[in-house]
Nanobody, 127 residues
Framework: QVQLVESGGGLVQPGGSLKLSCAAS????????IGWFRQAPGKEREGVSC???????YYADSVKGRFTISRDNTKNAVYLQMNSLKPEDTAVYYC?????????????????????WGQGTQVTVSS
């Protein structure tokens, strides 16, 4: 059974940093693209970042230059380093795994691919 568990969320001041972690079980992460989505109250979910099995990455324009996605296949984990956080980054952040190993990361991945979802972790950016 595919399971994804997020951690690392919390309350941070504008301009601060957080590092989110995603621990996976039930599959070997090496073979799959892993993504991060976020959803704020009253807004549609947004694809934030994605990393392919080969290590290539994709970022939404809203976070490019501030967020960094990485993976550690030995630990079966993916991370999202978030710097220069803004109030508009406030949302529940979800770790996701693409269903099919053949799918990579790119502009069309978020809207077109089928994903497995974690429970999410709350990130609040406020002074």
């Amino acid at each position: 059974q595919v399971q994804l568990v997020e951690s690392g969320g919390g309350l941070v001041q504008p301009g601060g940093s957080l590092k989110l972690s995603c621990a996976a079980s039930g599959f070997t992460m090496d073979y799959y693209a892993i993504g991060w989505f976020r959803q704020a109250p009253g807004k549609e979910r947004e694809g934030v970042s994605c990393i392919s099995s080969g290590g290539s990455t994709y970022y939404a324009d809203s976070v490019k230059g501030r967020f960094t996605i990485s993976r550690d296949n030995t630990k079966n984990a993916v991370y999202l380093q978030m710097n220069s956080l803004k109030p508009e980054d406030t949302a529940v952040y979800y770790c996701t795994r693409v269903r099919y190993s053949s799918v990579g990361c790119g502009p069309l991945t978020f809207p077109s691919a089928e994903w497995y979802w974690g429970q999410g972790t709350q990130v609040t950016v406020s002074s």
